[in-house]
Each structure stands twice: as C-alpha cells, then as structure tokens.
C-alpha cells in the first residue's frame, strides 16, 4: 500500500495508526535514504504510544528504548553497524524481549521481512511530498494502517 506524507501532520497520523496497532513482538522495519524521514515516523509513534519528552536519535547510541510504554518499544538505529553479527554485542534479542522494534535501516541488521510480525515501511521522497509504501508480514494481516 502507498501513503502520501504531504507534510509532518500526515507523518504524525501515519505514527498513530502504527502505534494504536503496535503489539510486543512486532518490527516496524523503517528503510529509505537518508533525511527520507525514517526518525521522524519513528518519534511519531513513540510520541503516539504515549511518551512524553524528548525522543532522541539512536544513531549513536543505536538503541533507545522506552520502557514505560504499553508495549515497550525499542528504537534502534542500526546505520554505523558493519556487521549483522554486532546484534548479538549490543544485546538487541534482550533488549527486544517484550516489546516492540523500530528499526531504522534494517538492512544493515540483517533485515526482519522473514519475521512474521515485521511492517517494513519504505519512506521515499516524491515531487513535493513523501511517500510510505507500507507492506505487512503474516503478522499485521488485518492491521495494517
């Protein structure tokens, strides 16, 4: 499915339907180039769940994770990874447990489409506007936003 982003308030409806449906478990797999708006989708469902405050980027510290949340979510950035292996030293299967990932860049994580909870959504920039095409797994039959 194809979602035009025309402006940030189309972006923050996108990250509400996403987080009024998110469940532990699932991946929300953000791709795109960069300054495509993959953190900015990210924070509007943070915000939407529930979080109050400053919601950072993980390009730094790859994981940030918001524990207070129902589910909790996980926002991680996985860009300055070099290997898929790194996972296991960051700890993301601990970090993941129970909650729900937002994962920006998953192709650098080894990717998560084979998980049957994974939405990959695929932000691009179109003339004048930005676009998510939006593909659910198994997981987000029936949900997807």
């Known amino acids: ?83 898929p292996a790194e996972l296991e030293e960051i700890g993301l299967d601990e970090y993941r447990e129970g909650a729900a990932l937002l994962a920006e860049w998953p192709d650098r994580a080894g990717g998560f489409d084979h998980e049957a909870g994974c939405l990959s959504i695929r932000l691009e920039k179109g003339e004048g506007a930005r676009f998510a095409i939006v593909e659910g797994g198994a997981g987000w039959q029936g949900r997807l936003p």
């Open 1 to 83: 499915m194809r979602r035009e982003l025309p402006d940030l308030a189309a972006v923050a409806v996108l990250g509400r339907d996403i987080a009024a449906r998110l469940r532990a478990g699932d991946v929300v797999a953000l791709s795109g180039d960069l300054g495509a708006g993959k953190t900015t989708l990210a924070r509007a469902v943070i915000e939407a769940a529930g979080h109050r405050g400053e919601v950072p980027s993980p390009s730094f510290t790859i994981i940030e994770a918001y524990d207070t949340l129902d589910p909790r979510i996980v926002h991680a950035d996985f860009y300055r990874l070099e290997d």
